[in-house]
Nanobody
Framework: VQLQASGGGLVQAGEPLRLSCVGTGSNFNVYTVGWYRQAPGSERELVASINSNGGTYIRDPVKGRFTISRDKTTNSVYLDMDSLKPEDTAVYFC?????????WGQGTQVTVSS
């Protein structure tokens, strides 16, 4: 399975943004997929994940602001981010959860200005 993240950009604090992850491979929809982020000087962290049945996990700092969803018809997983804060600035990646090696890609940069 391969995954490609997109949708990042520069936004002001309080604005929303939607990230998209498109997967390839006939069995993509059986995987739990996660959105991860890595801020400069920090470890990569799991932000949210969704399993094949639609069950979700949202990390506490973004709970209530971020929503993860998936569309099995298009092999897509979305991360809807509302009320963005400067501390959400990071490169965002999608990968399976647990992550597969060598599947990180370049990610998509999200920059939130204050």
């Amino acid at each position: 399975v391969q995954l490609q993240a997109s949708g990042g950009g520069l936004v002001q604090a309080g604005e929303p943004l939607r990230l998209s992850c498109v997967g390839t491979g006939s069995n993509f929809n059986v995987y739990t997929v996660g959105w991860y982020r890595q801020a400069p000087g920090s470890e990569r962290e799991l932000v949210a994940s969704i399993n094949s049945n639609g069950g979700t996990y949202i990390r506490d700092p973004v709970k209530g602001r971020f929503t993860i969803s998936r569309d099995k018809t298009t092999n897509s997983v979305y991360l809807d981010m509302d009320s963005l804060k400067p501390e959400d600035t990071a490169v965002y990646f999608c990968n399976t959860n647990p992550p597969l090696p060598n599947r990180w890609g370049q990610g998509t940069q999200v920059t939130v200005s204050s």
